[in-house]
């Protein structure tokens, strides 16, 4: 597989709580992601 350097801009009809304005782990970002709540790039790689 091919990796390569991705650029994108955030964005969100509300501001971003504080407690998520850093970096999340991969399971963090899946388990918000099974509430409905999707931060981050997807798809994710290993």
Known sequence: MEKGT???ALWSAEPSPDEYKRVLTDSEQEALAKE???IGCYPLFD
Do not use: A, K
Request: avoid cysteine.
């Open 36 to 38: 409905g709540i999707i």
């Open 6 to 8: 991705v650029e994108y």
